[in-house]
């Protein structure tokens, strides 16, 4: 039997994914004007990329630019809850890029939707959360000759890769693009605000204002959902174990206290630590009845599920991607999107004006790695200086915005060290 050439759910849903992916690139300006430098200059030219990510309308836009760079692209998931089946459609409808993706695919398929990638033989890697790169590596050493090096989208991704490398585990160069600041800055803080409400929202269209909202961290993503919280009028609620994070969140107004307290004050809960276990039995034990749990990290490992299926005596979904589970003692918690990236399980994943610049750094990092490879050693890189800060600017003129320039008198001064008092 032949392999199949793509895996999606339903091929006749492409003209709504084409649709999308066409609205969501009115909000990408960055990437529409990488298109056409891309198209005409082809930095990508016979390059195999297996990408890696979560497959949305801001990631068919993506591919649209490096296959117009001249790669030869194929995508799989980044997350089995993240797909947009539509988008998966048209981009093997009218792009004719093979896509190995199902939204509410199981972890097997997953895997084998990895596979698949792999069999492109990348000569590129393009990973959100680094389970292509573990998976290549682990499994596929024969492949790792082809491959000239790779970039990583996600805070996780990033830690993985570096102690990949720490380890001398690592065998081609990574650029890590999520510490661009073009990136973090934008889509960790307002990307993952946004979205991470959006999809508490639609799940469960629950009031935000007045309940008691916690949030697990205060790195980039969860300050930005403590942020978009407040907004909506909640009171919320950080847990810190870093001291300097936790007094930013105090500062910025925030009550700040060990999740144990927390526990028995939330109504709603979220965390985006990167870390496991962040909502465990001793916390389930004393939550109220109605607490509502969420991640926004980018694994499932945040909410001890394993625990929470052990304690309870009774489950069942209660609404799209909101399962109730009732507890001994009577006490219901709920979990959003199987306590998987609430953001794309339960809504669209970021906005597309901020995947704009992440995606920006995306393609001008693949371009800067096929040109620089040869020099670059196997380890994480970050996206270079001048390439973040072009970004930033074709934002800013995308948006009709308009900033100052230091005159030389200006420069000058920045420059000496003679003037003082
Ligand atoms: N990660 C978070 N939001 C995303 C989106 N809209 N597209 C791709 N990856 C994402």
């Known amino acids: 039997m032949t392999k199949p050439s793509f895996h999606i759910k339903d091929i006749n849903l492409a003209e709504k994914g084409r649709l999308r992916i066409q609205w969501a690139a009115q909000e990408m300006p960055v990437l529409n004007l990488l298109e056409k430098q891309f198209r005409e200059e082809r930095p990508l030219e016979g390059m195999r990329v297996s990408a890696c990510l979560h497959v949305t309308s801001e ?24 797909t947009q089946d539509d988008v998966a459609a048209a981009l093997v409808a009218f792009h004719e890029i093979p896509v190995f993706a199902i939204k509410g695919e199981d972890n097997k398929t997953y895997y084998q939707h990895l596979e698949a990638a792999l069999e492109h ?6 990973d959100d959360g680094a389970d292509l790169v573990s998976t290549l590596h682990a499994k596929h050493q024969e492949l790792l000759g082809n491959v000239i090096g790779g970039t990583e989208e996600t805070t996780t991704g990033v830690i993985r890769l570096k102690a990949m490398a720490k380890d001398g585990a690592l065998a081609y160069p990574i650029i890590a693009v999520n510490d661009a600041m073009t990136k973090y800055l934008f889509d960790n803080r307002y990307g993952t605000g946004q979205s991470t409400l959006d999809g508490i929202i639609r799940a469960t269209n629950i009031l935000l204002a007045g309940k008691v909202f916690v ?15 407040r907004g909506m009028g909640a009171n919320v609620i950080v847990t810190e174990v870093d001291p300097l994070r936790a007094l930013e969140a105090t ?19 979220v965390s985006a630590t990167g870390d496991i276990h962040v909502f465990d039995r001793h916390h389930f034990e004393v939550m ?5 749990l969420a991640n926004s990290g980018h694994f499932n490992v945040e909410i001890n599920l394993p625990v929470l299926e052990e304690i309870a005596v009774s489950k069942r979904q209660i609404r799209d991607f909101l399962d109730e589970y009732t507890l001994a003692d009577g ?15 339960a809504a669209e994943g970021h906005p597309s004006s901020v995947m704009d610049m992440s995606f920006a750094n995306q393609a001008l990092s693949a371009a800067y790695m096929r040109q620089n490879a040869k ?21 800013l003129e995308a948006m009709d915005i308009n900033i100052d320039t230091l005159t030389e008198e200006q420069i000058h001064y920045l420059n000496s060290w003679k003037s003082g008092t």
């Open 251 to 269: 500062m910025d107004g925030f009550r700040v206290m060990p999740m144990q307290e927390a526990a028995k004050l939330g109504r709603i809960f």
């Open 375 to 395: 020099t670059l050693q196997p380890q994480v890189y970050t996206v270079p200086e001048e390439i973040d800060k072009r970004i930033a600017r074709m934002k």
């Open 331 to 345: 006490r219901r918690l709920y979990v959003i999107g199987e306590g998987r990236l609430v953001n794309l399980a």
């Open 121 to 126: 033989r990348p000569n590129i890697t393009m």
């Open 215 to 229: 949030v697990g961290g205060y790195g980039w993503c969860s300050r930005g959902i403590a942020m978009r919280a």
């Open 59 to 82: 990631t068919g836009n993506l591919m649209r630019i490096l296959q117009a760079g001249g790669a030869d692209v194929v995508l799989t998931a980044s997350n089995p809850l993240s």
């Open 288 to 292: 109220q009845d109605g607490a509502i």
